[in-house]
């Protein structure tokens, strides 16, 4: 069993900052990238950021300059540092990590965790 456990979620004022965290826990063997995804209402899933085991990232253009991801390999923890939040950032962030739970396992598989609400108001 692969957990992923979301916190930092909340209500922000437009312009100011969030912090999220994901730990994955369980019977894992090794993680290579971890991410984080958002949903809007009315719209589809989302690649916010993600970030590889060697530390390599990749962002939307929507949020270059505002928000960086970075990682704990030793804690299995992915962070999401949010600044200069704005109204379009209002969503549910899902964390997400491909893992491998066993040394012969062929592929990665991807666990999401349960999402967490942020909201961008004034």
């Known amino acids: 069993q692969v957990r992923l456990e979301e916190s930092g979620g909340g209500l922000v004022q437009p312009g100011g900052s969030l912090r999220l965290s994901c730990a994955v826990s369980?019977?894992?063997?090794?993680?290579?990238?971890m991410g984080w995804y958002r949903q809007a209402a009315g719209k589809q899933r989302e690649l916010v950021a993600n970030?590889?085991?060697?530390?390599?990232?990749n962002y939307a253009d929507s949020v270059k300059g505002r928000f960086a991801i970075s990682r704990d390999n030793a804690e299995n923890t992915v962070y999401l540092q949010m600044n200069s939040l704005k109204f379009e950032d209002t969503a549910v962030y899902y964390c997400?990590?491909?893992?491998?739970?066993?040394?012969?396992?062929?592929?990665?598989?991807?666990?999401w965790g349960q999402g967490t609400q942020v909201t961008v108001s004034s």
């Open positions: 970030i590889r085991s060697g530390g390599a990232t």
């Open positions: 997400n990590a491909a893992v491998k739970k066993a040394s012969t396992d062929r592929i990665w598989y991807a666990y």
């Open positions: 369980g019977s894992i063997f090794t993680i290579d990238a």
